[in-house]
């Protein structure tokens, strides 16, 4: 059982939860919901203990797990007792070798090899991600590395598992296993709090819904109670659709000024490969590019800019053959982890990072566009996932680059930043560029997109 009651938490001066009181049971599923920024990560990184102890946070209040208050506890011990699931997986790493992560805890812990050997026999028969086993983990896509971190979490044995926006880099096979795995869990009597902006994938699992709003708990809702909700109310609330959105944009179109003649790279797995042999694609269009996790995607979007070595293209643009070189030239890109592409110390100077001359009234514009203007003095490190995600975005809108990529770029977003994001793209999309998108997020691109490519 978890019982918060009265919880206050400061980052310095800045108040980011407010009074927050829930109680959680055994083998219940918790959702805190809401708006980027309004604080639920805080409130996850309080209970696993992370907040206080790491972050510096100064608390106030209680936070009661397993009837042992966090305060009274050292961290190894709140860890023997609560798992967590970061929003970026890559936070969560020890090792290189992918087995050898998944053992890790359990070595830690002293346990025997054959039950260390049980416990992966037993995950496995949960989770049918054998082909995971014995992999580079820098090799691995964004969805496989956040499916390693949950059956990390699920070999610990740990009685309550906190996850901040789980599915954020999932395709959709990839979060029906997600979904299977926290119903499992909660069949064994694991307490499950999810932070999570993507929501249909919980709606059959979750017993409460709690929506944080500039860090108080603004509604709470029985299951029931939100189901009945409408596609309008959710939206009002800035929350994301409770049904499986299908995509509604059509296949690639016309032929165009941007030519891939041949796009060849080969993966480590020798029976794998990228191939792709005239496609084209037109300036002044917005395409999306969808595939389940490990397709290649990302890759496809590190060779067209050119900072693949291993890859190798025929690309032409308005009948002129383009160099590696000359398409890095002409290029942004907004990273899956937006953490390695932010710098400075302040959100406005990110967006004139390496641009001469900014367009100073452009920039405050997107920023704007983009709620961020009353954080332009803050430090890009201290915002949240979503924060950091549309900063990295209004960079990449103040250059004035040809080719254009985002790679997830709503991963972590509420509805209404959504909505903006898509609204500040079309926006900027012109006859003299060419954006592409990499997304599993259906919504999004059904709003933004106007010509899908699958992989």
């Given amino acids: 059982m978890v019982e918060i009651k009265n919880l ?94 998944l053992l890790f805890y359990l070595e830690n812990i002293r346990l025997s090899r054959e039950e260390m050997d049980k416990r992966l026999k037993e995950m496995l028969e949960v989770f049918d991600i054998k082909e995971l086993l014995n992999r ?32 954020s880099n999932l395709d959709k096979e990839s979060i029906d296993v997600l979904k299977n795995m926290i119903a499992i869990l909660k069949k064994k009597g694991v307490s499950i709090i999810v932070a999570e902006h993507r929501i249909y994938y919980l709606m059959d699992i979750i017993d409460h ?51 891939i003649e041949k796009l060849c790279y080969k993966f480590q797995s020798k029976d794998r490969s990228l191939a792709l042999n005239n496609l084209s694609f037109k300036l002044g269009k917005i ?47 907004v990273m899956q982890d937006v953490n390695h592409q932010l710098f400075t110390d302040q959100v406005i100077n990110e967006l004139s990072l390496g641009i001469k001359n900014i367009d100073k009234e452009k920039a405050e514009t997107i920023l704007k566009d983009l709620g961020l203007f009353d954080i332009k003095e803050k430090h890009p490190m201290s915002l949240s996932g979503g924060e950091k995600q549309r900063v990295a975005i ?23 930043n959504m909505i903006k994001i898509s609204d500040l793209i079309k926006k900027y999309k012109s006859n003299d560029k060419i954006i592409f998108i990499v997304s599993h997020d259906y919504e999004f691109l059904n709003e933004v997109a106007d010509a899908i490519y699958e992989l």
């Fill in 136 to 167: 580079d983990i820098f090799k691995l896509s964004g969805g496989e590395k956040q499916i390693l971190c949950i059956a990390s979490s699920y070999i610990a044995g740990s009685k309550i598992i906190v996850m901040d926006e789980p599915s």
């Fill in 287 to 333: 395409y999306g590019i969808v595939g389940l996790n490990g397709r290649g995607k990302s890759t496809l979007l590190r060779s067209l800019i050119g900072v693949e070595k291993n890859s190798e293209e025929i690309v032409y643009f308005k009948g002129k053959k383009l160099s590696k070189k000359e398409r890095l030239k002409n290029s942004s890109l």
């Fill in 394 to 416: 209004a960079s990449v809108l103040c250059k004035d680059s040809t080719f254009i990529y985002f790679d997830e770029p709503t991963s972590g977003m509420d509805y209404s």
């Fill in 8 to 101: 206050i938490l400061n980052y310095g001066k800045e108040r980011v939860l407010d009074n927050i009181s829930v109680s959680i049971d055994n083998g219940e599923c918790v959702l805190f919901t809401g708006k980027s920024g309004s604080g639920k990560s805080s409130l996850v990184n309080s209970i696993n203990g992370l907040a206080q102890r790491y972050d510096n946070a100064k608390t106030r209040g209680e936070i009661i797990i397993d009837n042992r208050n966090i305060n009274d506890m050292e961290l190894y011990q709140i860890s023997m007792i609560i798992s967590t699931v970061f929003q970026n997986p890559k936070t969560y790493f020890f090792n290189v070798n992918t087995t050898l992560e």
């Fill in 209 to 259: 819904v709690y929506l944080i709003d500039d860090g108080k708990i603004k509604k709470e809702f029985s299951k029931d109670e939100f189901k009945k909700l409408s596609k309008r109310k959710l939206n009002d609330l800035d929350l994301r659709d409770k049904d499986v959105t299908e995509l509604k944009v059509s296949s690639l179109g016309d032929k165009g000024e941007f030519e």
